[in-house]
């Protein structure tokens, strides 16, 4: 292959990851020159990254590279991987540098571009294949696209800022660590309003319910409190991003304000924000990613994911947006679909089903697509694990509020033309 090759400095998570770009470059048949002025970025810099020296600081670069160079669902996967493993590295590299303790590796989703490419490759068959991974002290959950894709939106238990100046797009709250394999890990009830909190809540008797008051604890020793802290450490984290676009045209959103009350659309990195200031609701499916690792050596077994339906009523008699147009017809790839519409809603597999193994070296990403033909709905989601002889189960929804899915039920639809400044209704 001609071109940048691996640099002597490089260390073999980088010449992996620079590997890929180079692939993707070289088949694009575009210049360094070329692709650096498409990107916004210096050709010295896209070199170094195509030849291993260095590493992008988050991924949304190397995502928009693969992207130009016409990169398939499959290779965006595999890139996103390899930086993952690269980035883990470069971070270690440079805290032993410093002489202080390991820095946190990758959160899963970088705050000011929540929802990269980091969900599930498909097979043919339109399977998921997962994402394996190393060196990551954050755990991922990504969704997968069926009929309900819970794909690249980044819950995490506690999300550590990576200096993007964005905000957390979604949160996990630890609902039960139990010290025996017993009946831990329980859904709660749908009666039951989740706290929003991210701070752990161990519970010993075995029950989902919020601990019951009681008085203040004794003190207790160095040893006794090491141990404690152990025991209730919730042994994951999970990462989501509640809207994963599948293409850059698949995302439509419905809003209560007239087209020219509207800015133009969001892309995928920017949708959170932008349906936050439009008070914005998926139209007919949303898209979760979520993101799933373990924060140490042991393996977490995820045994499975549950649904909760909040509320479901008529659907919203709203304006329909959509993000993008022009991106030909979409491509329904199914890992994990739900039905919103139906009686019990569940999620169903479209390959591989849980159990899933997950640790810190070897992370797991799931994309799941929830659909709703006939309601407004809101619903969050309980993922249940198990380590060793510990039980426990993770409350995930978007940043402490459920997540929020609407027919559009043949509402006035909006498209916005490149070039073109304003928002055009599809019936002229």
């Known amino acids: 292959m001609s071109g940048a090759t691996g640099g002597a400095g490089a260390s073999g998570e980088a010449e992996a990851f620079a590997e890929l770009l180079r692939t ?21 810099t896209l070199h170094r990254y195509c030849s291993g020296i260095a590493v992008p600081p988050d991924y949304a670069p190397a995502e928009r590279l693969a992207r130009l160079c016409r990169a398939s669902p499959g290779e965006l996967v595999e890139l996103h991987r390899r930086w993952i493993v690269a980035d883990a590295a470069r971070r270690s590299k440079a805290a032993e540098h410093e002489g202080g303790p390991g820095t946190p590796a990758w959160t899963g989703e970088t705050p000011r571009e929540p929802g990269g490419s980091g969900d599930r490759s498909f097979g043919a068959a339109g399977a998921a294949a997962p994402v394996r991974t190393r060196g990551r002290r954050t755990a991922l959950l990504a969704s997968a696209t069926a009929v309900v894709l819970l794909g690249a939106v980044a819950f995490a238990v506690n999300l550590p800022s990576s200096g993007g100046g964005g905000e957390r ?11 025996a394999a017993g009946d831990g890990g329980k859904e709660p009830p749908a009666s039951e309003s989740p706290s929003p909190s991210a701070s752990p809540s161990a519970s010993r008797s075995g029950t989902a319910g919020p601990s019951a008051p009681a ?20 042994p994951l984290t999970v990462v989501a991003n509640p809207y994963h676009y599948e293409t850059p045209c698949s995302q439509e959103f419905l809003v209560d304000r007239e087209p020219e009350q509207v800015g133009p659309p969001a892309t995928e990195q920017d949708a959170r924000r932008w349906a936050g200031a439009y008070g914005a609701v998926s139209a007919d499916e949303q898209r979760v990613v979520l993101t799933v690792q373990g924060t140490g050596d042991d393996t977490v077994v995820l045994e499975s994911l549950h649904v909760r339906v909040v509320s479901k009523g008529t659907p919203l008699a709203w304006n329909e947006y959509a993000m993008g147009v022009g991106c030909g017809g979409k491509v329904r790839q199914a890992a994990f679909g739900l039905d919103l519409d139906g009686g019990s809603p569940a999620i169903t597999p479209g390959g591989q089903d849980f159990p899933f193994k997950v640790s810190e070296s070897d992370p797991e990403v799931f994309v799941i697509t929830a659909r ?45 033309p490149p070039g073109g400044g304003e928002w055009i209704s599809e019936r002229g």
């Open 24 to 44: 993707l470059k070289e088949r694009s048949g575009l210049s360094y020159a070329t692709l650096a002025g498409r990107l916004h970025m210096s050709t010295s």
């Open 169 to 179: 797009v979604g949160a996990a709250t630890p609902a039960e660590d139990t010290g």
């Open 215 to 234: 008085s203040e604890p004794a003190a207790l020793g160095g040893d006794d409190r090491d141990a404690a802290e152990d025991t209730d450490e919730v």
């Open 372 to 416: 709703t033909d006939a309601h407004d709905v809101r619903w969050d989601l309980t993922l249940n694990w198990s380590s060793g002889a510990r039980t426990g189960s993770v409350h995930i929804d978007d940043d402490g509020i459920p997540f929020r899915t609407s027919a559009a039920a043949d509402r006035p639809h909006y498209d916005y």
